[in-house]
């Protein structure tokens, strides 16, 4: 896969590999934060912060200390502990040195230690073989693709809550997973553009 | 074998920073709470102005435990909160941001914070009790009895209201929790203190109650807190309850009892089945005492064993069927919300207006 530039693989993370919208990775905040649109793109900003750092931090961890080691089978336990331990340490940094930031963004980095869509980012990154370049790119366009479609959502169900009535049973996540597969099919046109899988 | 040790070698080294940024970064040092003006309270930093109040003796009301979701432990803070947060945001109206209230277990006390709270909330006390008695009223609801210290000692409340009940560290939880429980006993016999407790699914509190507490273990309770008691009026009352949603009401009866209130009390309890209708002989004998109260049980599942003759149905086909339009009463509901939030629809249909009707509910 060394033949993807940084550039194009990018590209793909955000459009044509979608994480959230191809994958549906990370859906239990996405349901439950995309209510409005500020608070969503909060969470989004988030997800792209640890999820660039957490892939270069796992690739590292992952070549330097699993591989060497033959201990590649142990990913999954390192791969969580890392990220969560990632994220306990940027929010007491952030709350202390950066109010503002904290303010903005802080209080939802509890909301994503364990989302899935993190740790997606982070097994894929070993999958595909990427270059430590490459991973950090790839995580950096797979934080901005999810915040792009949770931005997406959160806008147009803040559009509906103030302008439509719905029927009772597709309050919520009902109507939130219907635009996901509306948005989901309209981000496959991007899919012939590029190929990384 | 070196993959255990690799593994935890990584763990050990991630909590090793973690404890030294604990040490490091979350340090706040020593910091100055000021109450109302005058007391000068110096704390611990980083922690939420609701339990750094409460290490000082001032418990401001809360029934969830500090987890930002009943919103009763609102106050104005004046200086040192930092912005509004997001979690806080839900719960706080317009006139609440202009009057600089907030959700006092969402703010930490990072800097020097000055804070405004009510003075009755400085009566709030904390005290140490013991179990008198442990009774299950139904195979789910629990009645616990504590001895309070001497009516001398000062605890005063209004039927109605509730305390705090905390709870031991046990297996399930990592630290003392602590949940609202209105008082079902006599407000004229503070002696002795009544609390039901209905069994939540996963319930820190109710699950200890349930399956740990014994007879003589001492347990933690702060109050009194809330504004849900008998308002002063000629209207006849309605009282509406269901599962332990009785308990204030029981407290509010005693209260009509002793005082002789002459006006009109009818009480509507909801239950499951008959097993599930507690309190019932003891409610039975008060209506033979008082001419002018009412207890209308009615059960929403009766079951086949029942012999049920009673009321079927929810307590507000109760409403629907006996209370008549524009009734001129004053209603009192506890429970689950949901039929809180119905009771008060259809009362409001009937043309009793929403500010003769008060409620409690238990969430």
Redesign the interface.
């Known amino acids: 896969m060394t033949e993807i530039s940084a550039g194009t693989l990018f590209f793909a993370a955000i459009f044509t590999n979608n994480i959230l919208l191809t994958n549906f990775l990370g859906l239990c905040p996405y349901l439950s934060i995309s209510r409005d649109y500020k608070?969503a793109l909060?969470l989004g900003g988030a997800v792209v912060f640890v999820m660039t750092f957490t892939a270069g931090i796992n690739h590292l961890?992952y070549h330097q200390?699993?591989a060497p080691?033959n201990?590649e089978?142990?990913r999954y336990?390192?791969f969580i502990?890392?990220i969560a331990?990632f994220v306990?340490?940027v929010e007491?940094?952030v709350?202390?040195y950066l109010?503002a930031l904290y303010?903005v963004l802080g209080?939802f980095l509890p909301l994503i230690t364990v989302n899935c869509a993190i740790l997606g980012a982070s097994l894929f990154m070993v999958i595909r073989a990427y270059t430590f370049t490459q991973a950090v790119v790839y995580g950096a366009g797979s934080g901005i693709g999810w915040m792009l479609a949770i931005g997406i959502v959160g806008a147009i169900r803040e559009k509906i809550q103030k302008t439509s009535q719905l029927p009772p049973g597709l309050e919520g996540p009902g109507i939130t997973l219907i635009i996901t597969g509306v948005l989901s099919l309209a981000f496959m046109v991007f899919s012939g553009m590029i190929q990384i899988q | 074998m070196l993959g255990v040790l690799a593994v935890s070698g990584l763990g050990a080294f991630l909590a090793l920073l973690l404890e030294i940024a604990d040490t490091y970064i979350a340090d706040y040092g020593e910091q100055h709470i000021f109450v109302n003006g005058e007391r000068d309270l110096v704390v611990q930093g980083g922690k939420p102005l609701l339990f750094a109040l409460g290490e000082h003796g001032i418990y401001l009301p809360s029934a969830c435990g500090g987890k930002g979701t009943c919103a009763y432990c609102k106050a104005r803070v004046l200086e040192g909160g930092g912005p509004v947060l997001p979690t806080e945001t839900p719960y706080l109206s317009s006139q609440d941001l202009e009057n600089h209230i907030r959700i006092t277990c969402q703010v930490k006390v990072k800097e020097t914070v000055r804070v405004e709270v009510p003075d009755e909330l400085l009566n709030v006390r904390q005290y140490h009790v013991r179990v008198l008695a442990l009774e299950n009223l139904t195979p789910h609801i629990r009645l616990v009895r504590l001895q309070m210290p001497a009516a001398s000692e000062g605890f005063r409340f209004k039927p109605g209201q509730y305390v705090q009940l905390e709870v031991p560290k046990y297996k399930s939880t990592s630290g003392p929790e602590f949940r609202a429980y209105s008082i079902a006993s006599a407000s004229h016999e503070p002696e002795v203190l009544d609390l039901v407790i209905g069994r939540v699914e996963g319930g820190a509190v109710s699950t200890y109650v349930h399956d740990y507490l014994k007879t003589g273990d001492v347990v933690n309770i702060r109050g009194p807190f809330g504004d849900f008691w008998l308002r002063d009026s000629e209207r006849p009352v309605l009282l509406i309850a269901t599962g332990t949603g009785l308990a204030p009401l029981r407290s509010m009866l005693f209260q009509i009892e002793r005082d002789r209130i002459a006006r009109s009390v009818t009480l509507f309890f909801g239950a499951r089945t008959r097993d599930d209708l507690f309190f019932f002989e003891e409610l039975r004998e008060v209506e033979k005492r008082l001419p002018n109260f009412h207890f209308v049980p009615t059960l929403s599942r009766p079951a086949q064993g029942d012999a049920w003759e009673g009321e079927v149905g929810r307590v507000t086909r109760l409403i629907d069927e006996q209370i008549p339009e524009g009734a001129q009463m004053d209603v009192y509901i506890c429970g689950a919300p949901e039929m809180v939030q119905s009771c008060m629809e259809l009362l409001e249909k009937k043309g009793v207006p929403s500010d003769r009707i008060l409620f409690d509910m238990f969430a």
């Open positions: 608070a909060g961890v200390v699993l080691m201990l089978h142990f336990i390192v502990i890392v331990a306990q340490l007491m940094a709350e202390r109010p303010f209080i």
